[in-house]
């Protein structure tokens, strides 16, 4: 696992922040269940993937810049670099995923708690 951060570069850090918030947000909510947390889970759950996939995007820029100023132009630069840029989407699926958990006990638990009737 570790290799794997260290494979993904840069991108890897706020794919990793931006993850952790949205883990701990989700647990936060799966124990206490309120509405509110709601907003913050969908944006913290969107950071986490756009993170994910602009470490993507930017570690196959980096490796495609790298394949044009080689003098020898392997294939399997191009295959190593896609499967290093991977990591990142890897990590930001395995961390909402996680979160996803958790967000839905915390939705079972908030579904089984009786609604007060609003007064229109």
Known sequence: MVNAFIEGGFGMYPTLLAGLALLAASIQYSRRPERRYVPLLLSLGVFTLLAGGLGFIT??????????????????V????????????????????????????????LSRHPQPATAH
């Open 59 to 76: 570690g196959v820029m980096t490796c495609l810049t790298y394949y044009a100023s080689e003098a020898v132009r392997d294939p399997i």
């Open 78 to 109: 191009l295959t190593l670099g896609v499967k290093e840029s991977l990591n990142n989407v890897a990590l930001a699926l395995l961390l909402s995923v996680m979160s996803a958990i958790f967000a839905s006990v915390g939705a079972w638990r």
